[in-house]
């Protein structure tokens, strides 16, 4: 099966550490953690940010932002709408990680 606008586990990892954003895996993997944690990305399967190429992740602005898809609480999903209303004009729809 394929999924579209997904991503895996091992890829998040190494784009943090191509960017200098981690030191190391273990410490990739504490940070896909951190940002999962704070609605940047959810899992497809599952419930933790892992190093691996079969665990699949999907960025909140590629999916349908209703608060019953996400299971997020009302506050959850305001904060996260403020967040993309305040995107620039020319934002691409990508992830910039900071």
Do not use: W
Not at 40 to 68: I, K, T
């Amino acid at each position: 099966m394929r999924y579209k606008k997904t991503f895996v586990g091992s890829e998040a990892i190494d784009y943090f550490l191509s960017t200098g954003k981690v030191k190391d895996r273990a410490d990739g993997t504490e940070f896909g953690t951190m940002l999962m944690k704070r609605h940047f990305f959810h899992p497809l399967y599952g419930q933790l940010f892992v190093d691996s190429n079969a665990a699949l992740y999907r960025f909140l602005e590629d999916e349908d932002l209703s608060p019953l898809t996400l299971n997020l609480t009302s506050s959850t999903y305001d904060k996260y709408l403020s967040l993309s209303l305040s995107l620039p004009p020319n934002y691409s729809g990508k992830c910039i990680f900071l």
